[in-house]
């Protein structure tokens, strides 16, 4: 039988909190320190229960874990301020409201178009609508790394 669960203290628990959170100044992501917390008060309810299996322990740090990266995450989501620069590292969001020229046909409602030293790769919405060469097309959208385009107005109201 294992016996070192048996011998889990208090101070365990905080050490692992500690060393968790510290694990988050190394390699920031904002779940380690949710897991810290996690620990931390593991210990905590096992200094105010003294007689807690480790089972019931474990079972604890796990519920707690799972609570307090659902609170942090909504609290760091809140507390994220809007940017003045939405588009920053979304190079296709960029795009969206672009016109463009068609080189070749799309093909079952998708196909690429060179836009500056890149090649995107593109839907057409609505879906199964094709789309041939030459035709100016407006971006509307961007999924993924995939463009969504559709006929620019003009050409659509000039056909």
Do not use: C, Y
Not at 6 to 19: C, D, F, K, N, P
């Amino acid at each position: 039988m294992i016996e070192w669960p048996e011998t889990i203290s208090i101070w365990h628990w905080l050490a692992l909190g500690v060393v968790v959170m510290l694990i988050e100044v190394l390699v920031p992501g904002v779940i380690f320190l949710w897991l810290g917390i996690a620990a931390v008060i593991t210990g905590l309810a096992f200094a105010a229960i003294p007689s807690m299996s480790w089972e019931i322990q474990a079972i604890l740090f796990a519920v707690l874990s799972v609570i307090s990266i659902f609170i942090g995450r909504r609290i760091v989501s809140a507390r994220q301020a809007p940017t003045d620069h939405p588009t920053l590292n979304r190079r296709g969001r960029t795009l969206i409201g672009t016109q463009h020229t068609l080189d070749t046909a799309s093909s079952g409602g998708r196909g690429r178009v060179k836009i500056g030293d890149s090649v995107w790769r593109f839907t057409v919405a609505p879906q199964g609508s094709e789309l041939a060469a030459g035709t100016r097309i407006a971006v509307v959208d961007v999924d993924g790394t995939t463009l969504v385009v559709e006929a620019a107005a003009e050409a659509a109201a000039e056909g």
